[in-house]
């Protein structure tokens, strides 16, 4: 799921040059980038989005509704993702969906990345949480729509610890926790913790401030025993970690895979929210066959599928409805109204990206 850590304009360029990442490479269905006569004839989607957004068999249904094939290619940052979108259009046929999230939504179409959705394509509109539309990040939802929320909070074994052991991201700078310490291994993520512990705002752009939480986190850096991203929950599950930060619906996957071994609380601080969009760049060679697959992504039948399969939240309110209570009142999963109150929304940093980045290198190579 969820997000490696940013890497510098540079990188990011040389990264999407020389082609997909292994695991990219590995978890691609079909090749995405090769013209094929039926893709003149709209036949043919080419879907970029996180690994485990695409369960087995999810997507049968629309090719046989519509004779359009799906090419799916696997996204595994945003900003690999931003990379090889800045360089589409070049004589390829490049990807029609891509599953940016919301932060980096606003920074995309500011920068013209994004075509504008034609919302008389995508009646599924009208079964989406009206909470969560019309955000900053895309007023009027004019160039994404949400699929599925985030919310990252203290993970724990429910064999060792207690949920009440934990009421705050600042309990993770306890001695008792010395190389113990799961971290996310996302750059924004980790720093939004130390900022909220310090009392500052997670989407700050004062290198002042950014400065102090790499200092508050030095002092964690102890405490940690590994950052982990890819699959963060496995740790957990093997009994290698006991306790850290992770991804509610990294824990509904724990539970599945485990069940009685791993419990998540949000912190007082409240957690930093995103949400995974779906969008249409605007190079895009078959906006049609886009728009289809989006209405179908976020159907209440598909929705429904996908929360059961990976835990998120769904955008959708008649597939929330169907969904058991084993999810829908676990508050691991599914934050309450008490928390999400307490939330903000993480956002587009700008420039000051890099200096997170900067910090967060070093923090990673500190002893």
């Not at 920074?107 to 959705?117: D, I, Q, T």
């Not at 986190?217 to 093997?238: G, H, M, Q, T, Y």
Request: proline fraction near 6%; charge should be negative; glycine fraction near 6%.
């Amino acid at each position: 799921m969820k997000k490696l850590a940013g890497l510098f304009a540079a990188s990011l360029v040389a990264v999407a040059l020389t082609g997909c990442n292994d695991k990219e490479s590995k978890t691609e269905t079909s090749t995405a980038l090769a013209a094929t006569p039926a893709a003149s004839e709209d036949k043919v989607v080419n879907l970029y989005t996180w690994t485990e957004y695409v369960p087995d068999g999810l997507l049968d249904e629309f090719t046989k509704e519509t004779g359009i094939k799906v090419n799916v290619s696997s996204l595994e940052s945003n900003e690999t993702m931003y990379a090889k979108v800045k360089l589409q259009g070049a004589g390829s046929d490049g990807y029609d969906v891509i599953a940016p999230t919301n932060y980096f939504v606003s920074k995309m179409a500011r920068e013209g990345m994004l075509k504008e959705l034609d919302h008389s394509k995508l009646p599924v509109i009208a079964e989406l949480d009206p909470d969560w539309l019309n955000k900053d990040y895309d007023k009027g939802n004019k160039y994404s729509l949400p699929q599925l929320l985030g919310a990252p909070g203290i993970a724990y074994n429910v064999k060792t610890y207690k949920g009440s052991d934990f009421t705050s991201w600042g309990d993770l700078w306890k001695p008792e926790f010395a190389g113990k310490v799961q971290l996310l291994d996302d750059a924004r993520e980790v720093f939004n913790i130390a900022l909220q512990k310090l009392g500052l705002n997670p989407n700050t752009t004062n290198p002042d401030e950014i400065k102090a939480a790499y200092e508050e986190l030095l002092k964690l850096r102890p405490n940690v025993l590994s950052f982990n991203s890819d699959n963060p929950a496995n740790a957990f599950i093997s009994g290698e970690v006991e306790v850290g930060q992770l991804w509610n619906g990294s824990v509904r996957i724990a539970k599945k895979e485990s069940p009685d071994t791993i419990d998540l609380v949000f912190p007082k601080e409240g957690p930093v929210l995103w949400v995974d969009t779906l969008a249409i760049p605007a190079n895009a060679k078959h906006p049609d066959a886009a728009h289809k697959l989006i209405n179908y992504m976020l159907s209440e039948k598909v929705a429904e599928q996908l929360t059961l399969e990976i835990g998120y939240p769904t955008s959708n309110v008649k597939a929330k409805a169907k969904l058991p209570a084993e999810i829908i009142n676990d508050p691991a999963i599914y934050p309450s109204a008490e928390i999400l109150q307490k939330s903000v929304w993480q956002d587009d940093v700008g420039e000051a990206v890099e200096l997170y980045e900067k910090y967060y290198q070093e923090l990673k190579a500190a002893k």
